[in-house]
């Protein structure tokens, strides 16, 4: 069987609460889904068909093409059903390839000790037909296999991706606490933005949001940060057809010459950092940094926009009793200076929202680490202004 041209279930992982967003992009790529879930959606593509979701894709976490499913109770029965299959059509020779997985089975503690019997399968049957033994680590640098096994129901695929797709490769300094970038563009695909008016990220850290808003804008996809993919590593790779998916990636870009993205942090090593990213993004360019308290965030006049601010939660008694002065002046700020805009403030402390006294028009479930987090919409009035109300989704 070639992968590459043969069509086969394909998963598409996110982070809980993405899926809409993931639905949307995959839509937008000319993909049908067959069924959406908590974390991912199902269809129908060749290996060839994941090059082209594996640079385009933001919101996703990997891109898992299937090879086999089959009933499973123990670890040796991986073994058994993987011990057979013609690994030497998938992985070449010489190569090196990691394992990993997802494992939920009352027969084992430790999801390494099903990788590791997936491993020894694969092994066995290359060193048998090739009289060598490949190469094999954690680092997912190569060809990557990935196991799901939940009960008594187990497939194995081909993970296309490798390392995550919700880290976007172009940020080379974190900060303290960064949104994950997929993350970071969901919430920008779940807000009303046109992506023409004006942008404002006051507190922006390591400048997360406002990149993935230029980035979004501007039609550049994550595939143009990131050179190597797990499906680079499979027999029969052909580079041209990545190349030349990597080529549309360069002109689908699109110029926004008027529009306006300010990033704000009272943090000179902050917003210092935030450029750097924003340099390796390639957008510069486009988004107006400055050191500044928050409220002292320049919001343009006599047109409509976004506010997008991303306080901190609050983890000890001491840092909420400070944070509540700051939520209750996020309020002030949107009230005084913020009107005919749509304000969003994205946070992961309920009790703290409530400080900013206005009410939520609406609150957006989200996710980031473990924490239970909401995107409050505020929709600012002012004179005749009229704030963008284009219906969310992407491009």
Known sequence: MNVYTTRSTVIITCHKRIVPYLEQEVKG????????FVTGVRLFATVNECIKLNLNLRCASQVLYSLKSFDANHADDIF?????????????????FSVTSNVNNESINNSMFANLRVKDAIVDRLREKRGTRPSTGSELTGAVIHLFWKNEAAEIFIDT?????????????PGLAPMLEALAAATIYATRWDKVSPFVNPMCGSGTVAIEAALIATNRRPGLFRTNYAFMHLKGYDENVYLKEKELL????????????????????????AQKNAEAAGVAGMIEFKICDFAATEIPQGVSGIMFVNPEYGERLGEVAALEITYAKIGDFMKQKCGGYF???????????KKIGLKAKRRIEFYT???????????????????PREKKGVE
Do not use: M
């Open 161 to 173: 991706s490798g390392d995550s797709l919700a880290r976007h490769g172009y940020r080379k300094i």
């Open 343 to 353: 304000g969003y403030v994205f946070t992961g402390n309920l009790a703290l929202a």
């Open 29 to 36: 790529l000319g993909f049908e889904i067959e069924e959406s």
């Open 80 to 96: 058994r059903n993987l011990v057979g299959y013609a690994w030497e059509n998938i992985l070449p020779d010489p190569g090196y």
């Open 250 to 273: 360069e002109k689908q870009i699109i110029q926004v010459p008027s529009l306006r993205i300010i990033a704000t942090d009272y943090s000179d090593r902050a917003v210092e950092n």
């Open 369 to 387: 680490s473990t924490i239970d987090c909401r995107l409050l919409e505020y929709e600012l009035y002012t004179g005749s202004r009229e704030a």
